[in-house]
Structures are given as C-alpha cells and as structure tokens.
C-alpha cells in the first residue's frame, strides 16, 4: 500500500461530467491520498460549462487531437470514457496503425509517451463484440485490437469486464465494460460485494406533477399502482407495454379491434410466418388478410365480425399500415459488409402495426419499488416519475443519483442539455470501487522514485 498524503495525479479524457475522476477522487480521500487532476479535456461546450462550475481549478484543454504529448503534464493515471470507433478491418495486425484516426489512438500515443503507473477506460457493452469477424467469436476486431496494443504495444497488465450498475448501489441497470490497467499486475474485476438500491431511495417528493390532456387519459385509465413500471409504446414490452390502442390515443377502437391488435401484435413476429411469405424472418411481418384470418377473429369470440373492415377502420386512423413484406438487403462497404430492409413489392401486402416509442409524451413509468432501465439521452425527457397521484419528469438531482454523482453536483444546464450529459455519463460508485482496487495495487516504492524524478526534472 502507499503511504497516506502522497500526492496521485491523473488526467481526465473525454471528461463529460467528471464521473471517472469523481469515483477515482472519492476513492483517494478515503485512503488519505491526495487526488490531483493535472489535465481534463473534454469538447461538448455545456459539458465544459458544468466541469467549470464543479472543478473551478481544473485545467481543461478541449480537443485532446489538438493537444501535443509533450504539452501534457507528467501523471500517474489516465482516465477515458472513450467514444467506440471502428478500427483498420486489419485488426491488431498493424499495432498503432489500425486505430489512428480514431480517439482511442490519442489514448495510446500519451500512454506511449508519458509511460504512466495506470488507465482506466469505459465504454458501452457492444464494444465487446463491435465488428465481429465470426458469429461465435467472444470478442470482435475492435476490442482485439485495442487489448492488444495495451498489451502488446505499451506493456501493460490489462483486465477487463462487463459490469452492471444495479450491483453498485445505484437503482439503474447500466451494463459497461470497464478496461483497467498498470504497468505491474493485472487488477481483479470480479466478486465486488454487491450493494443494491431502490428508486425510492434516489426519488423527490411532492413536486408538481405533468397535467396534459395525454396524462389525463393516462390516469383516467390506470392507478398510479398499475402504472408503476409501464412503457408506452407499440412495439415489444408484453405485460409492462401500454399501447397507442389502449389509451384510444388515435381514435376510438372497438372491443374486437383491440383484441386483433393484441393479437397481431404477437403474430407478426412467429417464424413461420416469414417461410410461408418466403422473406428472411423479422421482428414484426406484415400479414395478409387471409392470414390474419387465421387467428382471428378468436374462438371465443360470440360477436360476427367484418374483419375487412376492421382492418380498413384501424389503418384509417393509424394504428395499422398496409405494405409489402420487407426484404433483407446486403451492401458492401468500406468498414463490412452493412444490411438493411426494404420493402419487396414482388410480395403482396399486408397489415403492420405502426410502430414506435418516441412518438408519445411520455414512453416510461418508473416504479419506485424497482430500478430504471439504461438511461439513455434519446429517452430522458420522455421518462416519467410518479409523485402523488400523478407523474412528472425526472429533476437533475434524481437523475444524478441515480449514476452515484455525489448531492453537492450541479449541471448549471438547460433540461435538454442535462438529460444529455446525463445519459452519457459513468457511474461514479463502479469507478469507485474499481479505483480501490487500482490503488492497492500501487507499488509505493515505484511511485516514490517516479515522484523523485519529476522533482529533479522539475529543479
């Protein structure tokens, strides 16, 4: 272990909201170390403005591209949320040349040079199999090839692993993988204590709640009880969905109609559907009437129905749409081969439910005895609250607690630009504990004659 007042100093890549440095700080202090940022660059100019407001003595730098190695100060670890890139279809073949052009490349060519003690990268889970040379493999090209030049090129002893939020004390399931790695030996990722949380606990009370004409409808229908833990759209969700044709929000359906779009609902998604149209399986088919025939209308069912005409009334008002079954398309390109649907008109058309999840105000209920999904900045302002007996949208102070930003954080910010940064930030409480491991790790002895040597450079 290293002695307690010795000074770390890091910097921040890629900073967003300073959560990286936050949980590795947090980690420091409780050690009696001295956490000391000697370089933040980050370029989104509101995130800039939060950093200000929150580390007024920080030295930001803005695009890391333009910033020479030689103009960072000396530090013993770095810190990047790195953006994902695709890399050089080479993978790791060419060592630094594959990733150049790309962010990570900055990260290798100051690990290049500065030679420092440590790292820790954050990513999104699909780093893990981005650019995937072969179905079965575990890991694709991208990820290969940036372990690789940690490993290989720099010398590093590097760990990694997926880890889930919801295992941190944070009421949010936000999957990451997380990169760590130092000079010496390989940091453990696994069997961290398991500490969890409800949204209860991160939840205000008492505001004032949303009072549209759609919340109207909302609680007109459901309590707040049945709404607890709802998404509102029409596509997958099963029992927790709530549909456009629940709420009537197109028009007023009939009893049967809503049960043929339950029903189609379901359908359109069985494989055997797409052999007997004779198109790859989808997620969502258009069928025929004469298919739709077939189940319905249902057995139990005493009412007569005309099924053309039903299907004709809910295109009309727009919960149904009528078109070809699609077909899959594959195109080379530069970076793999790409694939996409088209609609093929050599097929006879059929009923879609119109799909979607933004296209209503709101698209999630939260359920207080519970924890949120991966909050994402697309989804944010359209993700609710219930207080009372009614819903309003999340403040900056429960979305901040919900990644583990300690209660004295401020994101001087418009809603907009808050639910953005918030929705592509860490969870400071992950990078806390990985930062404990990382500290023990420290070699004092390294780490004092490092120190020695930066005083007589410094002399």
Known sequence: MINKNHTIKFIDLFAGLGGIRLGFEQACLEKGITPKCVMTSEVKPYAVKTLEYNFPNDKIVGDIFNVETKDIPDFDFLFGGFPCQPFSAGGKRHGFADTRGTLFFEIERILKEKKP???????VEGLVKHDLENKKDKIGRTLKTILHNLEYELGYKVTWKVLDSSLFGVPQSRKRIYIVGTKKQAISLDNFAPVRK???????????????????????????????????????????????????LKGKISVEQ???????????????????????WM????????????????????RKVDLQKILDDLEKKGYLKLEHPKKLVKIETENGIQTHRVQDETKPKGYNIVTGKLSFEINKILDPKDIAPTLVATDMARIVVPDGNGVRKMTMRE????????????????????????????????IKAIS??????????????RNEKKIKITA
């Not at 549209?212 to 596509?235: A, P, Q």
């Not at 404990?436 to 004659?449: A, F, G, H, N, V």
Request: aromatic share 10%.
């Open 399 to 430: 979305g901040l607690r919900m990644f583990g930003y300690p209660e004295t954080y401020k994101i001087p910010c418009n809603e907009k630009q808050i639910f953005d940064l918030l929705g592509n930030t860490v969870v400071v409480p992950v």
């Open 436 to 449: 404990d491991r990382l500290i023990e790790s420290i070699d004092k002895k390294k780490m004092k004659t």
């Open 117 to 123: 003690t440590g790292f820790i990268l954050e990513n």
């Open 258 to 280: 809503k049960i043929l779009l339950n029903q189609l609902f379901k359908e359109r998604r069985k494989k055997h559907w797409a052999k007997e149209i004779g198109i790859d």
């Open 283 to 302: 997620d969502g088919m258009a069928l025929t009437m004469k298919q739709i025939s077939t189940f319905f209308p249902p057995e139990n069912l005493l």
């Open 198 to 248: 409800t949204l209860s606990e991160v939840f205000e009370k008492g505001l004032e709640t949303l009072n549209t004409n759609f919340t109207k409808k909302l609680t007109s229908i459901f309590t707040m009880e049945e709404l607890y833990g709802k998404s509102i759209k029409d596509k997958r969700g099963g029992a927790n969905n709530i549909h456009s044709w629940d709420l009537e």
